[in-house]
C-alpha cells in the first residue's frame, strides 16, 4: 500500500532551504525598499514641479511649488518635507480649503504619509547651503527669481549606504533628476 504526503525528512530540508534563501533575501529586500521609497517620493517631487511650470504656462501666470510639513490644515512650509502643494498663494494654514476659487487657490498637492517615512528631503536655493521651501514659474516656465527659489532637491536616507537622487530646476525652469553619485560622463549623473 502506497503512502501520500511528505516525511518529516523531507519537511525539514525544505524549510532549512527556505530559511537560507530567506537569510539571504531579507537584506537585499530592504535596500530595495529604502530605494524605491527614495525614488518615489523624487518622482513626486519632479511631478509637482512639472505640474507647477505647466499650470502656470497654460494660465499665463505665476503658478508656485511649495513643500509643506504635511497636509493638515496647519500645512507648514518646511524644506525638508516629500509632501507638496501647487498654488497661486501661500497654503500656509489653509491647505483644508476645498474650493478651487478661495485663496490659497490650490492646483494640486501630495502628503508624502508612511511612502516616504524615512526619506531625508533637503531642498536647497542655487547657493547650495541655503534652505529654500519654494519656486514660482512665470507664464513662460521660467523661474521667477524673487525671494530664495529652490534649485535642487536633495533626498536621501539615514542610512549612508543607501540610494541619493537630486531634482534640480534650472532657472530657465527645466526639471531634471539625477543621481549625485553616478560617476562623471553617466547620464544619470549631475551636473
Known sequence: MRQRGVTLIELIVAM????LLMAVAVPGM?????????RNAAESAQNGLSKARM????RNQVIRYWMV???TNTCALSSASASWVVS???PSGLCAVTDPTVTPLIVDAYGAGDGASDVVVQALAADGATAATSVSFNGFGQVVTTGTP??????SNANADARKLRVTISPGGAIRMCDPLAP???TRACP
Open 69 to 71: 510639513s504635511n497636509r
Open 184 to 186: 562623471a560622463g553617466d
Open 30 to 38: 530592504a535596500d530595495w525598499m529604502r530605494s524605491t521609497r527614495i
Open 16 to 19: 532549512a532551504v527556505l530559511g
Open 150 to 155: 529652490i534649485a535642487t532637491i536633495n533626498l
Open 88 to 90: 497661486v498663494n501661500d
Open 55 to 58: 499650470e502656470a504656462m497654460r
